[in-house]
Structure formats: structure tokens, C-alpha cells
């Protein structure tokens, strides 16, 4: 909330710095304050989703996620047409579906009796002292996406209001691309977490290869589709000609990379789970900070707009291997010296 806050209080000067013109201001004030709500309420619903998985239940969660999702897609159209509510309807849509959600969750967190105020100080102070060695690691590492998204949205705002539609487009596309790696990354740390427990470490390391071999093996057969169906379908998404035409450039060449994305955040995500906040931090920092937006920034410095496309894709890729050796080098270093190993990695 705090940081939704802050968000609200400098959004002119947000948005200036991302390369938008006045004639914008009134319709970020108009949209950000639903926005910043539903960015409040979608947080509190993941931490819901988070409880119910530390406690081995998918379902519950899985389920509310669809629920959300429909209500999204039902109300949309309704509050942005019917209502005339215009961009800022999309938003308040957002609102609905997340507070149903957090209805739904929250609930049932109260009737497992999943979550309970602290009974004592001592043992607050236990539980903060134990949670901020992970968080702080692990929030540093959630933070770097939002931010470099941000930056790279200013390098694409170079090159015109046409680029960032079509760039703000593409990432909506990436996001719904890498879905089934997001539920990977949810689903995962709750089996890594038993499997830690038990001690059984091969297994966790089976798990994870048969994740990211998957996660390859999925997101190419996406990406062929995604690149035989751009033209087509920047033409349907998009009425101007320019936009539709930057978009299909973008569905040629980012996607073949979302296989080394997600085998990225397959790692982040494991490496966290087994207790190893630290080493997730640097493959987030390197893949964001060392090889994405440095590559970004190369690409459009050297071929424009069409340069920064590659830039993207190189980065991506980049990032996955980087990710894959860090991981490898850290189960090199596990089967030789556990102790040394865990100290480096963060445990």
C-alpha cells in the first residue's frame, strides 16, 4: 500500500520520465488510481495464494485464479463500453475481479485456520528475524522485472509513440506466453520445500531438469506458432497499420527467446524455494542488469528500433544460459563441499 502510495504521489513525474507527453497526464490520472488499487488488491491475493500452497493446496488457488480471469474478461467490455468508463473501466474491472478473489481466499484461510495473530512479541520477533533473511534477498530479486521493465520502456519511447503500443502489446503477449511457466514457478516451490525436508536433494535436482527441459520444449513450440501467426494477428489486435506492423516485428523475434526466459525464473524460483535467496538475487540481477537491458540499450544505440528487438532476444537468451551455469555450478560445488556451497548460495 505504502508503495502504491508513492507510485500515486509522483506519477507525473513517473510518466514524463518514461517519455510520455502532457497530452497524456489527464489519462494517467484517470486510470492510475484504479490501477494502484488493484495492484494493492492483486498483491494481498497472491499472498493468499501463497499460504494455501506452503500448505500443499493448488486447488483453492488454481480455481480462484480462473474465477478472477473470467471476471476480468466479462466485466471488461461492460465497464469500458456499456458503462463508458473508457481506459480507467479496464482498471475498476481489475478492482472487481481482485476483490472477489480476495473475498474468496481470505475466507478460506480463516475457516482452514491458516493464518492466526502472533501470540506473543518474542515470538514476532522471531518469525521477522527469520522472514527478513529471505525477503529481503527475495524481494530485491522481485523487484528488478517492474524496474527494468521500466527502463526498457524508456529506450522504446526513443523511437515514438508507435513503438511503445506495439512494445506494450508485445509484452501483454509475453506474459500470456509464459503462463504455463508462471504456474510452474508457483507449483514448484511447495514440492522443492517437502523434498527439502526430507533431505532428498537428487530428487529436487530431477525436478528442476525436468522442469526446464519442458519449459524449453513448450515455449519453442509457442514461439513457432507465435511467428506463424504475427502478421495475422497484429492485424486483429491492432487498427493502425504502423503499430500492427511494429507488433508482427516484435512477435518474430522476442518470442523464440521465452524458452532461456523461462528457464530463468524456472532457476529464480527454485533456488528461493531450496533456501538459496542469495543466489536467486544474482541470476535476477545478471539476467536484468547483465545481460537484458545492457543489450536493449546496444541494439537501438546500433540498429534502431529493429536493433533493440534483437537486444531483447539476445538478452533473453543470455540470461538463461547464465542462469543454467550459475545453477549447474552451485550443484558442482554442493556434491563437493555442501557446506561451502550453502554459505555462498544464502542458506
Not at 526498457?152 to 500470456?176: K, Y
Not at 532428498?200 to 520444449?217: D, G, H, S, W
Request: hydrophobic content about 55%.
Amino acid at each position: 500500500m505504502l508503495l502504491c502510495l508513492l507510485v500515486w504521489a509522483g506519477q507525473q513525474v513517473i510518466v514524463s520520465r518514461l517519455g510520455a507527453t502532457e497530452s497524456l497526464f489527464p489519462l494517467v490520472r484517470e486510470y492510475w488510481l484504479p490501477w494502484l488499487v488493484s495492484c494493492w488488491l492483486g498483491a494481498m491475493l497472491y499472498f493468499g495464494y501463497s499460504l494455501f500452497r506452503a500448505h500443499g493446496e493448488t486447488l483453492l488457488p488454481g480455481l480462484v485464479m480462473v474465477l478472477t480471469s473470467l471476471i476480468n474478461v466479462v466485466l471488461d467490455p461492460l465497464f469500458i463500453f456499456t458503462l463508458d468508463t473508457g481506459l480507467a473501466g479496464a482498471a475498476w474491472a481489475t478492482v472487481c475481479a481482485f476483490g472477489a478473489g480476495c473475498v474468496v481466499i481470505f475466507t478460506g484461510l480463516v475457516r482452514r485456520r491458516l493464518i492466526r495473530l502472533p501470540s506473543h512479541a518474542a515470538r514476532v520477533r522471531s518469525g521477522l528475524t527469520r522472514l527478513s533473511s529471505f525477503m529481503l534477498p527475495s524481494t530485491l530479486s522481485q523487484l528488478m522485472p517492474p524496474l527494468s521493465a521500466m527502463l526498457a520502456t524508456a529506450l522504446v519511447a526513443v523511437h515514438g509513440e508507435h513503438a511503445v503500443a506495439a512494445w506494450g502489446l508485445g509484452s501483454r503477449i509475453e506474459l500470456l506466453s509464459i503462463v504455463v511457466v508462471l504456474a510452474l514457478t508457483m507449483a514448484m516451490p511447495p514440492m522443492i520445500g517437502r523434498l527439502r525436508g526430507s533431505g532428498n536433494i537428487e530428487q529436487i535436482r530431477l525436478l528442476v531438469r525436468t522442469a526446464v527441459t519442458f519449459v524449453l520444449l513448450w515455449q519453442l513450440a509457442l514461439a513457432m506458432l507465435l511467428v506463424l501467426v504475427s502478421a495475422p494477428l497484429s492485424d486483429v489486435l491492432i487498427s493502425d497499420p504502423t503499430t500492427a506492423a511494429l507488433l508482427a516485428d516484435y512477435l518474430w523475434r522476442v518470442p523464440p527467446s521465452y524458452g532461456a526466459l523461462g528457464v530463468c525464473m524456472i532457476l529464480v524460483s527454485a533456488c528461493n524455494a531450496m533456501g538459496m535467496p542469495r543466489l536467486a538475487l544474482v541470476m535476477s540481477a545478471l539476467r536484468l542488469l547483465g545481460c537484458y537491458l545492457p543489450l536493449l540499450w546496444l541494439g537501438s544505440t546500433l540498429d534502431g528500433l529493429n536493433g533493440l528487438l534483437l537486444g531483447a532476444m539476445a538478452g533473453n537468451l543470455l540470461a538463461g544460459l547464465m542462469s543454467w551455469h550459475l545453477y549447474r555450478t552451485w550443484c558442482i560445488r554442493a556434491q563437493s563441499d555442501p557446506g561451502r556451497a550453502a554459505a555462498k548460495a544464502g542458506l
